[in-house]
């Protein structure tokens, strides 16, 4: 089946330094990427998504880029702070209609 | 706008013991998502129902479990009967149509004994 490896499995990041996740995926019909963000014991949320007709997106701090030649996507958080402490997954909406999630990265922000 | 609710928030029971967990999404949302998630790893889709009809079954494990969205709007999500490896976090997610940003509950913790 479909599915979406996730890298690194955990990130530590001195405050204010920058932090990337990357993610790739196999089914090349897929056409909508999301980005969710889960603090413990929390729901997971949405911070950020892209869809395939575009190859950047950012929104403050947080940016996506997206290489569909390639199958891969990444998450690009700067100025990082404590409170972007958390368990992020990525996503791949794939061409059965089916959110497909990578295994998730642990991100901790040293102060 | 309230969001998903899901309860119980946690359960314990004894293994071969029936479970039942509910979701109410948010209103409008005709999509309704169940989800499993093991202690580490990503949401792993059960069931998903467009209104009242589930639409992709095709990870539900029908023996032991269920799911019904009678009139379209609450969700329940059964298992009978439990077994050690169905601990982990039921994830309830609506969403206004299949191609629209999903919205979680907080979730229902299983630990079965």
């Known amino acids: 089946g479909e599915n979406v490896e996730q890298h690194p499995s955990t990130l530590s990041v001195q405050e204010g330094d920058s932090a990337v996740i990357k993610c790739t995926y196999s089914?090349?019909?897929?056409?909508?990427f999301p980005w969710y963000k889960q603090e413990l014991g929390k729901r997971p949320q949405l911070i950020i998504d892209?869809?395939?007709?575009?190859g950047e997106k950012k929104d403050q701090r947080i940016a996506v880029t997206l290489n569909k030649t390639a199958k891969h996507f990444s998450l690009h958080i700067t100025e990082t702070q404590p409170e972007d402490s958390a368990v992020y997954f990525c996503?791949?909406?794939?061409?059965?209609?089916?959110?497909?999630f990578g295994s998730g990265t642990r991100l901790l922000v040293r102060p | 706008e309230a969001g998903v609710v899901q309860s119980p928030r946690y359960k314990i029971i004894e293994k071969k013991q029936p479970v039942a967990f509910w979701c109410n999404p948010i209103?409008?949302?005709?999509?309704l998502y169940w989800y499993l998630q093991n202690l580490g790893q990503g949401p792993e889709l059960l069931i998903r129902y467009e209104n009242e009809e589930a639409v992709d079954d095709s990870q539900l494990p029908k023996d032991r479990f269920s799911a019904e969205r009678l009139k379209g709007v609450d969700s329940t999500l059964k298992i009978q009967p439990a077994e050690l490896g169905d601990s982990a976090v039921y994830l309830c997610a609506s969403s206004h149509g299949q191609y629209n940003e999903q919205f979680f509950g907080p979730g229902t913790r299983l630990t079965v004994l």
């Open positions: 089914d090349s019909a897929s056409n909508y």
């Open positions: 892209i869809r395939s007709n575009v």
């Open positions: 996503a791949e909406f794939d061409s059965s209609y089916k959110l497909i």
């Open positions: 209103s409008g949302h005709n999509t």
